[in-house]
């Protein structure tokens, strides 16, 4: 493998799924963080979070040597021969715009180690930061920070990562693009032969190596995820107007429309809406960046406006069915914003739990890997909700169970399940995978772009 040895600035879920990925190709990685907690717990082999598959090529990785895990960002840049900027870029919650604080801190605190350095060094920006951050102020930083010049003796690029939540691991190895945004030349070649290495074979028809400047590859990162979160908010606001004509599934009509080859079927699921945390932060960003320079995304903005108000549609077929809420018990099947990782940033559970409580409902919640996740998200939102340990738990003696994550435990469940621990059987499926028939058959139901009257 590659003689390189990476730096990692961040720990979080880009950051760690990268290092562990790296590592496990026999690239030497030290990955540093501010977090003493997770230092210790990642150089035992102990994800701090929830990912798919993560656990044991994390372990596999550190009983191999070549994982270790710091909290000095100096010993880590002086450890290696390229840094991968991967730190978190949350929206300001007053005007939505992009946070770089993090991002800014690390291109400074990079740029000090770099003074005790004498060797060319290339820095990596895989954060998601608006079009003119890495060149105009990480570059700025370095250079301003380590007294170095930027394509001299510091490369740098803005690589943009396209990983999802619960398939990361599949992502990072199996990627249907390589996207660079280069400095110069020099900075795009040496980052280019180290991933010609880390993919081998993969590399070429079914994964282009694209290069390009800066600032069309950060630009790159939001036009990916602006387009497939409208894409989701499309097919949920059609799923609204499938739900006005009885007999018309939105699940037929989105594999019909996803057939045609310019569409295709992927992100066209309706449900409760997108969470997590890149859509949320990197549409507000993007909306807030083009608002800066007098220009309105409306589309950007609409996809917005139509997720918000999915969410809260659930409650609205939980009224249909239950009447006023007020007094009811409500159970929330799936935390999480998405099945395979207990990540619980911006999870629809979170705005349907605060709905319903509002209405005077007592809720409770379960879900297979987020209950410590959840706990903290709910305190932050400062919503009362009881978490159970099970499915049973959870919809013993309710009134209604809302699915809002789609887990394989819960897509085997029959209506018998549901009328034999419910107090009201009545089940509000806001991720599509129950049987509309068989369940309107059987109980008090309601699905997502399907309109059944009882």
């Given at each position: 493998?590659?003689e390189y040895r990476?730096?990692?600035?961040?720990?979080?879920?880009?950051?760690?799924?990268?290092?562990?990925?790296?590592?496990?190709?026999?690239?030497?990685?030290?990955?540093?963080?501010?977090?003493?907690?997770?230092?210790?717990?990642?150089?035992?082999?102990?994800?701090?979070?929830?990912?798919?598959?993560l656990e044991e090529?994390?372990?596999?990785?550190?009983?191999?040597?070549?994982?270790?895990?710091?909290?000095?960002?100096?010993?880590?840049?002086?450890?290696?021969?390229?840094?991968?900027?991967?730190?978190?870029?949350?929206?300001?919650?007053?005007?939505?715009?992009?946070?770089?604080?993090?991002?800014?801190?690390?291109?400074?605190?990079?740029?000090?180690?770099?003074?005790?350095?004498?060797?060319?060094?290339?820095?990596?920006?895989?954060?998601?930061?608006?079009?003119?951050?890495?060149?105009?102020?990480?570059?700025?930083?370095?250079?301003?920070?380590?007294?170095?010049?930027?394509?001299?003796?510091?490369?740098?690029?803005?690589?943009?990562?396209?990983?999802?939540?619960?398939?990361?691991?599949?992502?990072?190895?199996?990627?249907?693009?390589?996207?660079?945004?280069?400095?110069?030349?020099?900075?795009?070649?040496?980052?280019?032969?180290?991933?010609?290495?880390?993919?081998?074979?993969?590399?070429?028809?079914?994964?282009?190596?694209?290069?390009?400047?800066?600032?069309?590859?950060?630009?790159?990162?939001?036009?990916?995820?602006?387009?497939?979160?409208?894409?989701?908010?499309?097919?949920?606001?059609?799923?609204?107007?499938?739900?006005?004509?009885?007999?018309?599934?939105?699940?037929?009509?989105?594999?019909?429309?996803?057939?045609?080859?310019?569409?295709?079927?992927?992100?066209?699921?309706?449900?409760?809406?997108?969470?997590?945390?890149?859509?949320?932060?990197?549409?507000?960003?993007?909306?807030?960046?083009?608002?800066?320079?007098?220009?309105?995304?409306?589309?950007?903005?609409?996809?917005?406006?139509?997720?918000?108000?999915?969410?809260?549609?659930?409650?609205?077929?939980?009224?249909?069915?239950?009447?006023?809420?007020?007094?009811?018990?409500?159970?929330?099947?799936?935390?999480?914003?998405?099945?395979?990782?207990?990540d619980m940033r911006?999870?629809?559970?979170?705005?349907?739990?605060?709905?319903?409580?509002?209405?005077?409902?007592?809720?409770?919640?379960?879900?297979?890997?987020?209950?410590?996740?959840?706990?903290?998200?709910?305190?932050?939102?400062?919503?009362?909700?009881?978490?159970?340990?099970?499915?049973?738990?959870?919809?013993?003696?309710?009134?209604?169970?809302?699915?809002?994550?789609?887990?394989?435990?819960?897509?085997?469940?029959?209506?018998?399940?549901?009328?034999?621990?419910?107090?009201?059987?009545?089940?509000?499926?806001?991720?599509?995978?129950?049987?509309?028939?068989?369940?309107?058959?059987?109980?008090?139901?309601?699905?997502?772009?399907?309109?059944?009257?009882?």
């Amino acid at each position: 493998m590659s003689e390189y040895r990476v730096s990692i600035v961040g720990t979080g879920f880009v950051g760690l799924v990268t290092a562990v990925c790296f590592a496990d190709r026999g690239i030497k990685t030290i990955c540093s963080t501010r977090n003493e907690k997770n230092v210790e717990m990642i150089n035992k082999g102990i994800p701090p979070f929830f990912e798919n598959g993560l656990e044991e090529l994390l372990k596999k990785v550190v009983d191999e040597g070549n994982l270790v895990c710091t909290t000095s960002r100096e010993e880590a840049i002086l450890k290696s021969d390229m840094t991968l900027i991967i730190v978190g870029t949350p929206f300001n919650h007053i005007d939505k715009s992009i946070n770089l604080d993090y991002m800014e801190q690390a291109a400074i605190d990079i740029g000090k180690a770099l003074v005790k350095k004498n060797s060319y060094h290339l820095v990596v920006v895989r954060s998601t930061v608006v079009p003119g951050t890495s060149r105009n102020m990480v570059g700025k930083q370095l250079k301003n920070h380590s007294g170095k010049e930027i394509g001299k003796d510091i490369g740098l690029i803005m690589q943009p990562e396209f990983l999802a939540e619960g398939r990361s691991i599949e992502d990072t190895f199996w990627p249907d693009r390589v996207v660079i945004g280069e400095y110069d030349e020099k900075s795009g070649d040496l980052l280019q032969e180290l991933y010609e290495e880390f993919y081998g074979d993969h590399i070429g028809e079914k994964c282009p190596i694209i290069r390009m400047n800066i600032e069309s590859a950060e630009l790159v990162k939001y036009g990916n995820n602006c387009f497939l979160a409208t894409k989701i908010s499309f097919i949920n606001e059609l799923s609204r107007i499938a739900e006005l004509v009885p007999g018309v599934d939105i699940g037929k009509v989105a594999h019909g429309v996803g057939l045609d080859y310019r569409i295709n079927h992927r992100f066209l699921g309706s449900g409760v809406g997108w969470g997590g945390s890149c859509f949320p932060k990197d549409l507000n960003a993007i909306v807030a960046f083009a608002r800066s320079h007098g220009l309105e995304a409306q589309i950007i903005q609409s996809a917005i406006d139509v997720n918000d108000n999915q969410a809260l549609h659930a409650v609205a077929l939980a009224e249909e069915l239950l009447g006023d809420l007020k007094g009811k018990t409500i159970a929330l099947l799936g935390l999480a914003f998405k099945p395979g990782t207990d990540d619980m940033r911006y999870a629809p559970s979170r705005r349907i739990a605060a709905d319903v409580v509002a209405k005077g409902a007592v809720v409770k919640g379960y879900d297979p890997k987020a209950k410590e996740s959840a706990v903290e998200a709910f305190d932050q939102d400062k919503t009362v909700i009881t978490l159970t340990e099970s499915v049973i738990d959870v919809i013993k003696d309710s009134d209604c169970a809302i699915v809002c994550a789609e887990w394989d435990e819960f897509e085997n469940l029959e209506p018998s399940f549901f009328k034999s621990h419910m107090r009201t059987p009545c089940v509000v499926d806001g991720r599509r995978i129950y049987d509309p028939i068989l369940f309107s058959s059987e109980l008090q139901f309601r699905i997502i772009g399907y309109n059944i009257k009882d």
